[in-house]
């Protein structure tokens, strides 16, 4: 039986963290506070939303929700942004993605104040992400996975990562944040050859394709630590993650469940970003 | 022996597009222009700058060198920085790196105009070649092995790309630029255990380390197409790569020689990017 990495622990022990830097700040009357933008209503945003809020409440972060109708023009939707850019008392900006159709998020991200930009969502961010600039907010789900392999105390220096998938909120910065710590980093895609091959030889695998249980037992060696990122809901209305964990308990060194596992320290992460901006943002 | 790719031909296949780009400007009255930046006379600089020189002369490309002065304070550069990223006649500046100790590139890569840093040192630039951003200016070494890999017809889909090195100017983009190209992407390091297999694998394998001939035939397989980005100068003053290119050139299937390989081809791509910018900033 796999060691299972559970995110709870992890959310706590940065939560803590996080605390005391929060009470540090008040002293100097500095109050972090995370405003999240959403447009509509999607179920999704709305359940990611409460958890963040009360993550946030947690920590002693303040926040703000700005819902927008989901027919909100191009024109009203960036005025909107840069009245928030603008608010002196928000050190952080969450906007739920993807946008509406008739929002075009490639003029947005160019709007959004990189200083404020907790979930990497302008370009500037992801080039410090990867120039490894101690600055940037690398977005919250590879730094999840990072937590949680430091948490857990996993050996990195030298070791074989496969990131499977490269999109930019999961697989490419995964794979910077990875090597930054030494790594031996390999992205594989769908146009990957003999991928079962390559994921076998990993020291850690970080699963991010979106595919309900695509990764079983003939992707792992028994040494293989499993990040699963994925998020999917199978057949049967039931969560799951990219790797079939009933499959895949047994037969390797550790894995994270879905739920349960990285989605869990992803709030957490997001608090942490809300505080460091705030800090940067005073010069602290 | 394996086939030798030499830089020659692709840099003159790209000049001759660029060429026919340049002529389509002038008819709109726009003449792109390359401003250098140059600090002290380091002789390697020099050399760059002369190669550079005679191919922007090539295509068409006008050019303007500012020999600053080694003494330069961080004021007066960022000033003169500054003018020149007004200046509406340049299109594309190059800064030569590294830069002497008491200039802060940490700094000067947030001033340059993005629009204009045809070199990548603006970390909104590192984040369009990790987006895949097509509107970015790729550094211009890894740019220049994509040009000779796809001059030279080498198949990328699904292949095993292995970048030995991490840079900001070779290792992170090259990796970047193969993982568009749906390569499968490894990058190694100093910190890289089992190197010699892992390279073994690689069915391209670019060597961006900046040792002298440290690959060996024990990197490679007879399908490898190594691409050898090293510029080096050996124990006898002589020029090498990365790659000891006597040992390896009857071991795999093809593999580039330096001089006269990569390196050939870096202005043809920095002429490129010249007349790229010089569209962009007129809106064509």
Known sequence: ?????????????????????????????INPKLTIVRVGTNPSDLSYERGALKRMDK??????????????????????????????NTHGILIFRPLPKQLREEEIKYIISPEKDVDCLSPLNVGKVTEGDVTGFPPATPLAVMEMLKYYEIDFEGKNAVVLGRS???????????????????ICHSRTKNLKRICRKADILVAAVGRARMVNDEYLSKDTVV????????????????????????????????????GSVTTSVLAKHVVKAAKLLNNL
């Open 1 to 29: 039986m796999a060691k299972i990495l559970t995110g709870k622990e992890v959310a706590q022990a940065v939560t803590e963290e996080i605390k005391i830097d929060v009470e540090k700040l008040k002293e100097k009357n």
């Open 59 to 88: 920590c002693g972060i303040k926040t703000k929700v700005v819902e927008l109708n989901k027919e909100i023009t191009q024109y009203e939707f960036t005025e909107k942004l840069k009245q928030i850019n603008k608010d002196s």
């Open 168 to 186: 930019l909120v999961v697989g490419k910065p995964m794979a910077m944040l990875l090597l930054k710590e030494n790594s031996t980093t390999t």
């Open 227 to 262: 990040m699963d990122v994925g998020i999917n809901v199978d057949d049967n209305g039931n969560m799951c993650g990219d790797v079939d964990f009933e499959l895949c308990k047994d037969k390797c060194e550790a894995i994270t469940p879905v739920p349960r596992g990285v």
